[in-house]
Each structure stands twice: as C-alpha cells, then as structure tokens.
C-alpha cells in the first residue's frame, strides 16, 4: 500500500532551525515535493526530490533518503512570516500525488 | 484519516471536447471544496472555491464558463472543462475542507488528474 505521514503540529522560535520531516511508503516513486501553505492561501511550491541527497535553496533545505522512505524540509533563520502548513507529497508511479496531511509551524517571537 | 479521491486519473481527448472531473470526499463531508491547476514544479494556482448548494467563486482569470463547477453534495464536487483546447492540458487537483472535525481550517488534497488535450 500508500502512505505519508509528518508530524501534525511543531513550535520553534524566531531565528531557530527547524526540520520538519515526512515519511512516506510506496512501490512506485517519482519525486516528493514540498509545499508551503498559508492560511487562506494556495500552497506555494518550495522543492521537488527525486534523488538522494541535499538540496539547498536559500533558507530551505530539502533531503531525501528514496531507501528509507524519508524526506525533511529544513529551514534556517526561521521568520514570523514562516509560519503556516508544510505540506509533504510523493508522486507514485501513476504519476497521481499522495499528499501528507500537512505540519503546521508556530513561530514564536 | 480524511481521503479525498479524484477520477479519471488521467484522461486524454480531442479538442473541443468537454471533460468533467470528479472530486470526492470519502470519509468526511466537506464545506468547501478547492480547485487547482499545476504546471511542472510549479505553485498550485487556485482556480475556483466552491461550497455545497452554492455557486463557485472563480479566481480572477479563470473563465467560468469554461471551467463549470458543481458542488452537489458534501462529498462530492465536479469540475468539466468545455470545449478543450490543448492549453487546458494541465495537472487538476482538488482539494477538500472538512466539516464539523477539529482540523476545520485544513485542506485534505486528491491526486490529481492529468488531463491531455490533442
């Protein structure tokens, strides 16, 4: 079978680090990307994986691990503007998306 | 968990055309259901908000008369894109905002179809 999973809720502080992580099971995989969601909003494209590694982009930092089935989303030099969902999807061998429910991040001052 | 499920996954026609797509809620009911298209990488552009028993909100840009949109049910809302060229090729996905659950304010997300216009 499918599944994703990520952490439903996380707090961290102005200025901090935070990685937000994304596990996910499938037989067929084609990429996982990572979105970022206000309130309100449309999500908003951060970064797609489909090879192992590190993939730096300013302030994001996205890895994947297609072995493990693990995925994170790192973000330095956290903002208030950072908060909102995060959310994780894997693309199966269908090319159909299997989203994670979504890890809402409180930035605290 | 809350699933929300599209269908046809992917379907391929001949211009002109119309296509509809399913979107469903399975295991909620829904207020409020989402409509995006996405290109390669890119951001998920909102298309339309509907909400059962009401007409769609169309964002600006989006031709409603084109991209016809019925929320009959609340678990259940259909997009039909007429008279379809190929620049409506594009990634349709449908997102869902549950009723009378806890986690009101989150959108549960389909997988998408992948509509190909010859």
């Known amino acids: 079978g499918q599944n994703i999973d990520q952490p439903t809720e996380m707090t961290a502080t102005e200025g901090a680090i935070v990685q937000i992580n994304c596990t996910y099971q499938t037989s067929g995989f084609n990429g996982l990307f990572w979105y970022q969601q206000h309130a309100g909003e449309a999500p908003t494209f951060l970064s797609y994986n489909v090879l192992d590694g590190l993939e730096e982009k300013g302030r994001f930092s996205s890895f994947l691990s297609r072995s493990k089935g693990y995925s994170y989303l790192l973000l330095k030099e956290l903002q208030m503007k950072d908060s909102a969902s995060y959310l994780c999807?894997?693309?199966?061998?269908?090319?159909?998306?299997?989203w994670g429910a979504g890890t809402k991040l409180i930035i605290k001052p | 968990g809350a699933v929300v499920s599209q269908h046809p996954s992917w379907v391929i026609c001949k211009s002109g055309t119309s296509v509809k797509i399913e979107c469903r809620s399975l295991?909620?009911?829904?207020?409020?259901m989402f409509w995006y298209r996405q290109f390669p990488k890119q951001s998920l552009m909102l298309m339309a908000t509907s909400n059962e028993g009401s007409k769609a909100t169309y964002e600006q840009g989006v031709e409603k008369d084109k991209f016809l949109i019925n929320h009959a049910s609340l678990t259940l809302s259909t997009l039909t894109v007429t008279s379809a060229h190929p620049e409506d090729s594009s990634f349709y996905i449908c997102s869902a905002r549950a009723l009378g659950r806890g986690d009101t304010d989150t959108q549960y997300f389909g997988p998408g179809t992948r509509l190909t216009v010859l």
């Open positions: 295991d909620f009911q829904a207020t409020t």
């Open positions: 999807a894997f693309m199966d061998s269908n090319y159909q998306l299997i």
